[in-house]
Each structure stands twice: as structure tokens, then as C-alpha cells.
């Protein structure tokens, strides 16, 4: 069965406190590994794919890389705003669907 | 990116009634999908929906229960039928064109 986990369920940052948020999956065929941010009463904005082990993605404070079996979004010295939820979810080769992990609440502290 | 609007943003119903809830799309796709969020959960896909054809439900979700239209490329509902209080939640669209994006999403409380 298509499994996501993330971890830690939340965390909370001092602005310009860097770290990550670990995304582990087990899919039978990778799509992609996709990572979105979830604002309170919003969807879920798309931020980034990740197709293959090695790959790696920015934008602005966040890099997000990928391995055979887990993904990191790192954060650089995060802003308040940057306090949000972050969702991964991971798309199995033919198929369109996309199976989610809980999320990581993510609060960055002035 | 797709800009994805829902209608309505949220709604309070009684027990044993409907609701339906509608997604508009600024640009025809071929897939759209029906997720629910219960609270402090993640996103559960309840359906797919392609246009001409029936909707594809996941294990624990029915016709019955959730029927969906999918009448144009821009356009599908979701109706949340003979609801009970387990049916609060958020739902949302959702449209697939190399990445999912979503819609804002509809908050449903049933008392």
C-alpha cells in the first residue's frame, strides 16, 4: 500500500532558525514527489515535483531534494511568514491520483 | 497553473440534508478530483472526475453518497448527500495538468 509520512508533526522556529521537514514514502513506481503549502481556510498551493532520486528544487527560502526513499524541504532562515503547513504527496506511475502525508504545522516565531 | 474557484466558500447545514458544491476551472482539463479534509487530517481523495464518462470513487466512498456531474472541460459538483455531523469537513477540487492545483476549498459543518 502507498504510504506518506512527515515528520515532526509541527515545529516551531525563531525566524532565522534554519531546518527541515523529512517526508518518507513508499510508492510501487514514483511519479513524482510533490510538496505544497496549506494556509489556514485556504487549498493547498503548489510548490514543488520531484521525479527522480538526486533531484533538488528552490524557491526563495525553500530546497526541496529527493532520495529513493525520503524527501527534505529545507528551510533558510525562515520569515513569519513562512508559518503554514506543508503538505507531501506522492503520485504512483500510472495514475493521476496523489496519496498525502498529515502535513508539518510550521510556525516561525518573530 | 489553473485558477480554480468553489462555490460556496462554506456553509452550515442540519442533519439528513444536502449540499452541493461547485467547481469552476479557468481552463478545460481533462481530470478533476474531489478531496475531503476532516479536521487536523490530511487530503483524502473521494473521487475522479472525467467528463462524458462516470465518476472513479475510492475505497469507503459511494455514488450514493457523494454523486458527482462533470457536464463540460470547466465545470464539475459534488454533492454531499443525507448528511451527518462525521460529514464536517473541508472539500475540495482539485485539476491535474502536470501538477494538481487546487481550489480554495469548502468548509462544511453539519450540526
Known amino acids: 500500500e502507498d504510504q506518506v509520512t512527515q515528520s515532526p508533526e509541527a515545529l516551531r522556529l525563531q525566524e532565522g532558525e534554519s531546518s527541515s521537514l523529512n517526508c518518507s514514502y513508499t510508492v510501487s513506481g514514483l511519479r513524482g514527489l510533490f510538496w505544497y503549502r496549506q494556509d489556514p481556510g485556504k487549498g493547498p498551493e503548489f510548490l514543488f515535483t520531484?521525479?527522480?532520486a538526486g533531484e533538488e528544487k528552490e524557491k526563495e527560502r525553500l530546497k526541496a531534494t529527493l532520495t529513493k526513499k525520503e524527501s527534505f524541504l529545507h528551510i533558510t532562515a525562515p520569515k513569519p511568514e513562512d508559518s503554514a503547513t506543508y503538505l507531501c504527496a506522492v503520485g504512483k506511475s500510472g495514475s493521476e491520483k496523489l496519496v498525502f502525508g498529515k502535513g508539518t504545522k510550521l510556525t516561525v516565531n518573530p | 497553473s489553473a485558477v480554480i474557484s468553489q462555490k460556496p466558500s462554506r456553509d452550515i447545514c442540519q442533519r439528513g440534508t444536502s449540499l452541493t458544491i461547485q467547481c469552476q476551472v479557468d481552463s478545460q482539463v481533462t481530470m478533476m478530483f474531489w478531496y475531503r479534509q476532516q479536521p487536523g487530517q490530511s487530503l483524502t481523495l473521494i473521487a475522479t472526475a472525467n467528463q462524458g464518462s462516470e465518476a472513479t470513487y475510492e475505497s469507503g466512498f459511494v455514488i450514493d453518497k457523494f454523486p458527482i456531474s462533470r457536464p463540460n472541460l470547466t465545470f464539475s459538483t459534488l454533492t454531499v448527500s443525507n448528511m451527518s455531523p462525521e460529514d464536517s469537513s473541508i472539500y475540495l477540487c482539485?485539476?491535474?495538468?502536470?501538477?494538481?492545483?487546487f481550489g480554495p476549498g469548502t468548509r462544511l459543518t453539519v450540526l
Open positions: 482539485s485539476v491535474d495538468s502536470r501538477e494538481q492545483f
Open positions: 520531484l521525479y527522480s
